[in-house]
């Protein structure tokens, strides 16, 4: 919803001598933003994303079948093999799913979903047969189902992979099948602890859980990507021959760890993009100076496109300068303690500085609270609505605030130069 202000309203600019003379808010040419406020919520967790489908091995056994015939030549009797059989309606249990995060266990099955410090998938089947040669009979079959919940951390580089693998059927010689689990990360992460467990006799309905670690030690000066790959070894019967094991990776590059943010070294999910929060409530009028900025200029940053990190201080400083200091900016004494926040932010490379504008350039508003009618208004001081920056006139202290906010997530989402990140403006 886009709110407008007629050009008599946009094109005032403030009195030269505004230094020495007491203003107020104009209400005649100010804007009520209740049509926006009143549609804001309260602050609550971004919701997971998906991100694609687990990448595994193809089944084997249909190739078995083609070529009885020929395993009946190399002298097998049977063969042990991946199936591609339907996959059963297995809803959830206990086990397996039982000991995930409730966002992960109320996800899609056998879907990658992702936070920025988690990742989990639940639901994965790994079908397995026991084919009998030269006539085709199948003599056992069991199905595993597999979940596996990961928690990265922003203050250092260990990753843990908790993973669990339950029975949930099975017949004839693979009534009770015996498995091992074993994982390893991509170069250049090292994995600190690959074996989840061995030779392992399962029973129908048991599930065996496993723990791995994965280190990011390799992130000096850098920021480094890997993924996760899993290998399912089925102990063959008594005369079979095993195809070979059933293996499956998540995403390529679903996990980053750096030092290039704050004084730790750390890890995250890139791939979902963090929101720094900001409210009306405590954030006040540099909240409202966003509110007017996302709705009124036509590129909707941080709301409609995220905006990104510029990591460089010294830019980010120029940046500043050109929005703030450039020469236009006049300080309101009916502001309190007044300072220039600017949006998008300096830091990021959306900046009107970053775009090569100047504070000339910019959108300026006044923000201001109605203790009559409970409700936020801006005085626009100049705006055409077709202006790529916006800057405010807000006190210190909030404008400070949602700096603060800024640098929180920051590093706790690990953003590094160029990452993107949503601005989202609650209650």
């Known amino acids: 919803m886009a709110l407008t202000v007629a050009a008599t309203v946009a094109l005032v600019a403030p009195p030269a001598t505004a230094s020495t003379e007491t203003w107020t808010p104009d209400r005649s040419r100010s804007v009520s933003l209740d049509a926006i406020t009143s549609g804001l919520t309260d602050q609550k967790p971004q919701p997971p994303k998906a991100v694609g489908p687990v990448a595994a091995a193809q089944p084997d056994c249909s190739t078995v ?10 002298g097998a009797r049977q063969v042990l093999c991946r199936d ?10 206990s086990g397996a799913d039982g000991t995930l995060a409730a966002w992960c266990s109320g996800a899609a099955p056998r879907t990658v979903w992702v936070t920025r410090n988690a990742a989990c998938v639940h639901g994965l089947l790994s079908n397995w047969s026991v084919v009998q040669v030269p006539n085709g009979a199948v003599l056992g079959t069991a199905t595993f189902e597999i979940s596996h919940e990961i928690d990265l951390f922003p203050t250092r580089v260990d990753v843990e992979d908790n993973t669990a693998v339950t029975l949930i059927s099975s017949t004839g010689v ?3 099948p015996t498995a091992t689990l074993t994982a390893t990360c991509s170069s250049p992460c090292g994995t600190s602890d690959g074996t989840g467990f061995t030779l392992e006799t399962f029973t129908r309905g048991e599930t065996e859980d496993a723990f791995f670690r994965y280190s990011g030690e390799a992130a000096i000066n850098k920021a480094i990507f890997f993924s996760t790959s899993y290998t399912l070894t089925v102990q063959p019967p008594p005369g079979t021959t095993p195809l070979g094991p059933g293996t499956w990776r998540l995403s390529d590059n679903l996990f980053r760890c750096d030092d290039l943010v704050s004084s730790f070294r750390g890890c995250v999910i890139p791939m979902f993009v963090p929101e720094v929060p900001v409210s009306v409530s405590t954030h006040q009028a540099a909240a409202i100076g966003i509110l007017v900025a996302q709705y009124n200029l036509p590129d909707g940053f941080g709301r409609t496109v995220p905006l990104n990190r510029l990591a460089d201080e010294n830019a980010a400083e120029a940046n500043r300068r050109k929005i703030c200091e450039d020469g236009t900016w006049v300080t309101r004494p009916d502001v309190r303690d007044d300072s220039c926040d600017e949006y998008a932010f300096a830091r990021a490379r959306q900046s009107g500085g970053f775009l090569g504008l100047t504070g000339k350039d910019c959108a300026e508003v006044m923000p201001w609270f109605n203790s009559d009618d409970g409700q936020w208004y801006y005085e626009a001081i100049r705006m055409t609505g077709k ?41």
């Open 174 to 176: 693979l009534t009770s």
């Open 387 to 427: 202006e790529r920056c916006l800057r405010a006139h807000v006190p210190l202290d909030q404008n400070s605030l949602v700096g603060s906010t800024l640098g929180v997530v920051t590093n706790d989402a690990r953003l590094i130069d160029g990452d993107p990140y949503w601005v989202v403006v609650y209650n």
């Open 84 to 93: 591609d059989a339907p996959i059963p309606e297995v809803g959830q249990r």
């Open 65 to 74: 079948r083609a070529n009885l015939a020929g395993y009946a030549r190399s």
